[in-house]
């Protein structure tokens, strides 16, 4: 449920916030092509709901450009380094523009080989990782995906920023319109909701994050100036170190906390890599895909049978709502944009 449930909100047509985020980021510098593609991943996030990465990311999308560090045109060069990996050096760009050049050579190359990997080198990222996932899906290859950020979440034993909020997705394809997908930072949720919570002037929940001293706080501010707290305990902890290994120094890219450095107090987006792994199911189930996709679907239909919901359902319903009838912005983002002067 929204943390701006109760506050005032502006009615806008999908169309409406495309147009908006498209306008914003080409007045702000962007290119065209990088400004469209960062438009359509914050289009789709405010369509489905997912506050941490919809329109609320445009104004730090326009402080990261204003930082002048970025690259705000460069077109990503695409390497076809061998038979299942390609490489997509995004030139301090955004990663979008840079994925969307790649995803096909990445699912051509799944498709003869049975897994491929996608490596994205330097590029800035503040997006959420299933738009890339879907679009994986929807050519009927699994994914998945992991990238890091800055240093903001506290290893679990520890009180300080280290490791990123490190999201990683997972997704599957499967008959009908919406594949299974998962989503979600390893921290215990996105530092954009905690943001959302210190905005709206919301408390948040014990077990998010630390303050500057260490101790539990359910101030977002003081979580913010603090440091995160991995979800899961020491199990989230691991999982976050090995998104900061794979999508990392494996990849020859920064770890969060080189990210944060490299940032020195701009507070731009982290800048860093993506690792994307495909698999196509045709190769890699052997003899019948079929009868190996009716079993993932029993899977999935056991879920039903105990009333428990899929990931990403709540994500799909929404984005059939905001077809239908569009979306609520809550004001106070809506004006933070527009105070852009953009
Ligand atoms: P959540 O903690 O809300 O978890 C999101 C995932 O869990 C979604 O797939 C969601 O599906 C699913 N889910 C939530 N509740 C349930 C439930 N009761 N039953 C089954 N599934 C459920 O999100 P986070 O705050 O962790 O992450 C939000 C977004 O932030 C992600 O998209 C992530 O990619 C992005 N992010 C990006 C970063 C970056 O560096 N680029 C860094 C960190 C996060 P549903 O949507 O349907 O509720
Ligand atoms: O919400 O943690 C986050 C985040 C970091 C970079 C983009 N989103």
């Known amino acids: ?38 438009a359509r991943v914050i289009t789709a996030g405010e369509r489905d709901e997912c506050a941490s990465h919809g ?5 730090g999308c326009v402080m990261t450009i204003r930082s002048g560090k970025m690259s705000l045109d460069a077109e990503p060069v695409i390497e076809d380094v061998s038979p299942a990996l390609v490489r997509a050096d995004a030139r301090r760009a955004y990663s979008l523009l840079a994925f969307e050049r790649a995803a096909p050579l990445l699912v051509e190359k799944a498709k003869t080989v049975g897994v491929a990997a996608l490596v994205i080198n330097n590029c800035y990222h503040f997006s959420a990782l299933w738009p890339e996932i879907e679009q994986l899906t929807e050519r009927g290859v699994a994914a998945l ?11 679990a034993g520890g009180k300080k920023g280290l490791l990123g909020t490190n ?24 530092r954009g909701d905690v943001s959302l919570h210190d905005i709206a002037g919301k408390p948040i929940p014990e077990g998010w994050g630390v303050d500057a001293e260490g101790q539990s706080t359910t ?22 170190t090995m998104i900061e290994l794979m999508a990392g120094p494996l990849i020859g890219d920064l770890t969060s906390r ?38 993932a679907e029993a899977l999935f239909a056991a879920f039903a049978d105990q009333d428990a919901r899929l990931p990403s359902e709540r994500r799909y319903a929404a984005r059939a709502r905001s077809l239908a009838r569009g979306v609520h912005a809550p004001k106070v983002l809506y004006d933070q944009i527009l105070a852009l002067g953009l």
Do not use: C
């Not at 999201?167 to 996105?190: L, Q």
């Not at 100036?225 to 899961?232: E, N, P, R, S």
């Not at 993506?274 to 895909?289: N, S, T, V």
């Open 219 to 240: 101030s977002a501010r003081a979580a913010l100036d603090g440091a995160m707290l991995t979800f899961g305990g020491h199990k989230g902890s691991a999982l976050s």
């Open 145 to 155: 995906a992991m990238t890091l950020s800055h240093s903001w979440v506290a290893p």
């Open 55 to 59: 329109l609320y990311r445009l104004p």
């Open 167 to 190: 999201p990683i997705a997972f997704g599957w394809p499967r008959p009908g319109p919406h594949p299974y997908v998962f989503d979600f930072a390893t921290s215990a949720v996105a």
């Open 1 to 38: 449920m929204s943390v701006f449930r109760d506050q005032e909100t502006v009615d806008l047509s999908i169309q409406e916030v495309f147009d908006l985020s498209r306008r914003v980021l080409i007045a702000a510098g962007l290119s065209v092509p990088h400004a469209e593609a960062a």
């Open 258 to 295: 080189e990210s944060m450095a490299f940032d020195d107090g701009d507070k731009a987006a982290p800048m860093h890599g993506e690792l994307i792994l495909a698999f196509d199911p045709a190769i890699m189930g052997g003899g019948d895909p079929a009868a190996n996709a009716a079993r």
